[in-house]
């Protein structure tokens, strides 16, 4: 019922920056916490970050915080990635997520999330 569409990938020198955006059609994302994961070939995929349902909160993966900020636009119904001073491994496939949520909680797992987006790859040069 929820539709996500990343864009924002390509290829970037280490410490450029990218700004991902996922744009939801189908349901409101007001009603749903994000997030945003990513993986690597022979790997899980793993948590990036996370916003609440009101954008009141966030969470982040230890290794990008600082560097990395998520945010959302319920207006435009798009929750955006802002990477900055990227690194080397950053490069994955980044990946959109929503769960339809009434808590107001970070969402930070990615078996409790009911939809995704197709992935977008972002590639860092060192």
Partial sequence: QVQLVESGGGLVQAGGSLRLSC???GR???SCAMGWFRQVPGK????VAAV????G??????SVKGRFTISRDNA??????QMN?????DTAVYY????IDWRDVVVRVAFDYDYWGQGTQVTVSS
């Fill in 96 to 99: 959109c997520a929503a769960k």
């Fill in 28 to 30: 409101t994302l007001s």
């Fill in 76 to 81: 435009k119904n798009t929750v955006y990635l």
């Fill in 23 to 25: 744009e939801a059609s």
């Fill in 57 to 62: 909160s966030e969470g982040y993966l230890d």
């Fill in 85 to 89: 001073s990227l690194k080397a491994e």
């Fill in 52 to 55: 609440t349902r009101s954008g």
């Fill in 44 to 47: 899980e995929r793993e948590f």
